[in-house]
């Protein structure tokens, strides 16, 4: 999302009245990592413990006795798992920073180990779990993303905590549609990695995510019946 563009357009489409579904301030949210997590974990949600910064300079950060290692270092805006990387220690992130890219600042979280390569999608639409596939990196690595190479396994209803955690973390960030990446701990549980307000799916999930976002937009509509305020 640009500022210039699409924030615009949705600004616009809010301020003529329009309803939308996933409120522009909630896709705002998601659209910065560190800004869901301070959300999510105000809430009292499981989200791994996370070391960011606003304007001090990157190469200072890295000196910070408080950054976790080993570290997952990742861009407060990327998406599709680019700009992620795992840095085993406060030496290599040091090495490094003068050649990371600073458009946006990057947040340092802790590794959880045991989800190592593995993670797990739940899409959340009108507050219920249509959809849940467990993500697994192609070559060990620690991205499981899609985009990466990664495999999704289909696994509705096998995770119950799990989703249930998903609908709590996209009531609390005030979604209508949300696709929560989850990731597994050795105690059996699941902490939250990150939130994703414009959510993808594998065609396989197509016959029941698309027909759950249509349900909602028609109920939507069908709210707005008679009044000024349509839904987009």
Sequence with gaps: M???????????LERLGSRLVNPLDAQLTCRNKVWQLQELALAGLPVPDTLSYATAPLEGVVRSPHLPTPSVVKSVRGTKGAQVFLAPDANLLYEMAGSLAQISPFLFQEHVAHSHGRSLRVVVVDDTVVDAVVHTSPNASLAANIAKGGTATRCVGRHPQAERLALAAARVLGLDIAGVD?????EGSYTICEVNAVPGWRPEATEVVAPAIAALVDDRLSATVGTASPVT
């Excluded at 640009?2 to 616009?12: A, G, P, S």
């Excluded at 989850?182 to 050795?186: M, N």
């Design 2 to 12: 640009r500022d210039d563009r699409e924030v615009t357009l949705l600004r616009h």
């Design 182 to 186: 989850l990731l597994f701990t050795a």
